[in-house]
């Protein structure tokens, strides 16, 4: 009767059939699917920003992580279309849909866009990806932030399932390119260790005169010919990714700059022989507040991780190079005289604030300068 | 100690009375300001003669002047004062314009003081549209293609070169001053002409009717750092004024690009232009693509940063000001967390929608269309977990007498072509026309392509109706299954309107039958929950109690409530006509009383542009509904000690009884009394008791008993008729053919829907009463005077504190009067009667039991704070009883009425029985002639240098005002007139001019005149208060305000201003400060 109006992909008996979402600690929600029907469990974690929907579903950093968007109204532009420009989706950050599943408040089933080619609906019911709708995400969220992220699941049609602990899984190795694949034809060449990269890195890179080749995230490039390193972004915990830790470590030896961005910001700290840990929320947002460390350079960036380098555990050759306003976490490192940094942020956006696009600049820069 | 050491002294430069584009949100801003210099203890100044807001109370600025915000005024307080600094930024564009004529002038070097914040050049910049359209080129963003002119043949030329339709738009001007659509030559050399006469260089534009419109609010600190604190998407596209459209924040149709994208050029813009604080940046959307263009920027806090500052919990003007200190932003804490920084973007988890109030029903001959240029008088921001939710909340909120997006008395037409029309045609009733639409079958893409609004609010809309379609068929609230009952309250619609739909026409009792479905939802479990606004999407704990009710939830909230007893204020609401910033000082200090006293502090408001919706001013903020239903839900929640609703006006006043049968402890006077002195027949019976005189009066059905009464009290009458639908407005009605054309409008005067009609007494003073008593005795009260006669609305009347021409024997009746309603009506708390008098007769016309508009200017005056003793009595503590010294002053307060007639084409600017000002200002003197002079001037009245335009209308105005004119004429004063006034004049031996009538064909004449700005002051008295105005008066009226020449329509008003001007020139005028007045 509601459902028309509702959500017009699904029969009203379908949609009225209500979904439980059930936390490890025994919580318990209750809503209605707009999504693919499969009980599945996840790491529930939440995620603050107000637009970039198609962005996060497809930012392989969220594998195996049920999403929880806060912002209340989800779906309202719809899906652009699945076009490809320059080897990479233009519209998205990969090839997939990567969160395990989509908690939300409401379901705009009615899209408006000029650029939509689909309802967000469609989109993961032929992703096969569950999502609910109708969830007190607020609650959820304050939950989530007062007792920290747990595994929780999604039952549909009283089918139960196993309470997954995604961090005992290698997620990366999930993410992580197979094969070695060259973008753009710049002049500088950057090897691009592939821990789960979103493509608007790339895009960032190539858009600079780079040609960039993506390699897997366990590759050894150590005898390859290149003039810098870039270590990305990715799922889960990374003192799991050893080949990879190993291998920057190697790197470190030699003086072609390294940039690295959120679990590459960790991989750099631990390959440095810093330590990371696991926060008791994360950080996923879009108005995440940094400062440059000793200057009066403040930045809103855009976020998505649950581990964090402890920048105590940094040798006396590194130096913090972002701090966390809100809470004093590390949000980036670098090198004291060697032209290696990273941030725990994402400054190429998407979603999210562009505010430490310059970054990009400033590693070419240093490109540029160790060429010489 | 300040940040910045050689800063101890700062300047802040309010924006004088409300008025239409510049209403209560500077008072906020203001009032923040003020808060953060105090903070950092500065001594602080404020110029503002509008005496009704918060921030020229006690202990918010350290100085305070009640003078006009001119340069010539705000010179001499710089003089005087010798302020260290000045902020330009939180007086709306009344403080930016003085503030950017001091520095032209010199005036600011010259004294050495220092703009803080965003400079003076920076300023420039962004309002000089030449300037800024380099500006932007500079940093290549694109900006709407206009051409800056200053004359009427290049203003026809650009709009040539661009192509029809344009826009044009007056420089340095808010609210979209002279500004509109030119399809032909024709509407450009019209709306041009008006557009010159305010300012001297007006932009033509290519119109980018149907773009998206968006906004951003970014702030930026001395180091360069810079966030944007919300986006805000406008329900109508371009072509309808911000100010004039629906506004949801954040943006909702925009993907993450458009939302980066434009942010990122704002950002660039602001910092290329160096803008230190905030401002505000719009941007025309292309709906097809990524195309953009910077409509215009606004160096300082606005409208939309008010609304910004309440929609997300951020308190912009707050920061802005410690930023125009010297603070960065990672330097100051969040007021929300108190343990993050003031550097971020909040993230909202909720949505809000801004919903214009219009009141063009007030006003004669003004078009109800809405347009490129403001014409709404309030707003009000409701909050909800989806559109429906909050755009339901809100038009409920505006107070109009809907109950939502359905379910109202409905507009009904069944002509689609004229639903069409009124689509594409907007006017103050669009959104319902839209409702009315969807109800016809109107489909999506119908309504898309004849309002170009986004399809995704439309479907939203749609959803509304469909669940008003999906109700229908139920007449029971017990057969609606639960979950469309739950749908249905998720989707916005209140107990009335579910209501509504189940007794159909039925004529049940509609208040009892919502009764009904809220118990029954009650039992059921469908039920509200709180939520806080906390700025960081639940990421981070609020210490602060900033709430909001929604259905779209399982668990409310926690809300710290520290084991206090709570008191709830109900607050005012929208600003409307009658209806402003007074009840919200009112209710601030009432809310600040309450927390004195050690008690929880409870505050129900959603007026997006007051302080009383500043979630610090009070324990806890509910940003919500002043309904029964919503009330009462905060009620549940809270169970607090008791109820005030006699600070917030006739919202919560109109509440009293209902809340009272609810079960609610009301504070102050009983429900019972409120309802005796509302309730015409009671009142009327318990004044004849007491043997107090009233004007006669009678409610009648049929135009027979109507003249049958009139003859027997003789005209004029007043009439009013009891539900203002038809037009027919409350008017004074001279002679029978009057009232035959009044009945004529009132066309379904019926049993019920009766016309009162009462006596009107000519030429009689009217007095105002304001007093708080206990427990029927008198406390404290105040007794003004109206310098007009009986007859202008006691709103729009210039009230005299304490009175200057009144008998004591007046006085005395009026004292022994109140003392007896206050006892017969057991009075506790604050209340208002108006009377009228002639020759030491006195009638009573009407008793509030609560705060009138006049409180806070007699508290200023008197230096006695009304509320706070009325609180007091209410919460039921120990008050002492002010010394009767206290009403014996050496100073003279004036009230003077703020008109917006200039933003509301072809209304005539008139007086009359129904108010049509929209803000006041209060000012002081040592006499009478020295406050009502800094009055008048406040509300944009000049000293005219030379030439006085007058046409006196009758006889008896006519000998009025003759020795006042006869003073012009001796003062040098060149005088024209109409004929009658002329001729007049000549045979009283003081020369005139004759200037002919504008529908005379001959020279000189008056409308050449006044184009041509040779007329510095016009009088023109109408010949009497009835609705047949002739042509010609109109036009001289109409002209005077379209080519900005000051204008006075009221005998005793013009004399007094002349008798002022003749006596004092501007030099004479004491730069004092309030507490300077002793």
Redesign the interface.
Known sequence: ??G???NPSLNAEEL?KPVQLILKDGTV?SGQSFGYRQSLSGEIV?N?????Y??SLTDPSYKGQILVL????IG??GV?PMLKENGLMRYFESEVIHIKALVI??Y?A??????SWKTLSRWLIENKIPAISGI????L??HL?EQGVMPGKLIFDNIDTEFVESDKINMVEKVSTKKVISYGKGKYKIVLVDCGVKSNIIRRLIHRDTTVIRVPWDYNYSDMDYDALFISNGPGDPEILTPAIENLSKALEGDKPVFGICLGNQLLALAAGGKTYKLPYGHR?????V?MQKT?????TSQNHGYATDAGSLGKEWEEFFVN???NTNEGIRHKKKPFFSTQFHPE???????TDFLFDDFIEMIKKSKK | MSINKKINKVLVIGSGALKIGEAGEFDYSGSQALKALKEEGITTVLINPNIATVQTSEGIADTIYFLPVTPFFVEKVIKKEKPHGILLAFGGQTALNCGVSLHRSGVLKKYNVKVLGTQVESIMNTEDRELFVQKLNEIGVKSISSTAVTTMKDAKKAAEKLGYPVIIRAGYALGGQGSGFCNNPEELESLAAKAFAHTPQILVEKSLKGWKEIEYEVVRDKYNNCITVCNMENFDPLGIHTGESIVIAPSQTLTNNEYHKLREIAIGIVRHIGIVGECNVQYALDPKSEDYRVIEVNARLSRSSALASKATGYPLAFVAAKLALGYGLHELKNAVTQTTPAFFEPALDYVVVKIPRWDLGKFRGVSKEIGSSMKSVGEVMAIGRNFEEALQKGLRMIGQGMHGFVENRELESDVREEIENLLSNPTDMRIFVISMALRHNFTIDEIHDLTKIDRWFLYKLKNITDIHFMLSPYSRIEDIPKSLLSESKKAGFSDFQIGRVLCKNSGEELTGYSLKVREYRKKTGVLPVVKQIDTLAAEFPAQTNYLYLTYHGTKNDPIRKEGKKSVIVLGSGAYRIGSSVEFDWCSVNAVETIRKSGMRSVMINYNPETVSTDYDVCDALYFDELTYERVMDIVEMESPMGVIVSVGGQIPNNLAMRLHNGGVNILGTTPQSIDQAEDRYKFSSMLDSQGIDQPRWKELTTARDIHKFTEEVGYPVLVRPSYVLSGAAMNVVSNADELDHFLELAANVSKQYPVVVSEFIENAKEIEFDAVARNGELMVYAISEHVEFAGVHSGDATIVFPPQKLYLETIRRVKRISKKIAKELNISGPFNIQFLARDNEIKVIECNLRASRSFPFVSKVLKCNLIEIATKVMLGQEVEKPSESLFELDYVGVKAPQFSFSRLQKADPVLGVEMGSTGEVGCLGDDYYEAILNAMLSVGHRIPEKNILLSTGPPRSKIEMLISTRKLHERGYKLFGTRGTQKFLKDNGIPCTLLHWPDEDKNPNTLEYLKNKKIDLVINIPKNLSSGELYNDYHIRRAAIDFNIPLITNARLASAFIYAICRLKPDDLAIKSWQEYK
């Open positions: 009767m509601t028309k109006s509702l009225h929600f939440f603050t920003a107000m637009s970039g198609p962005e806060t912002y209340p109204l309202n532009y652009p408040s409401e705009s009615e899209s408006s866009h000029w650029n007190d995400t607020r609650a969220t304050v932030r947002s879009h108005n995440q507040p400062r009066n350079r403040c930045f809103i306003l809100n809470d956006a998407s979603s999210g604030p562009t505010d």
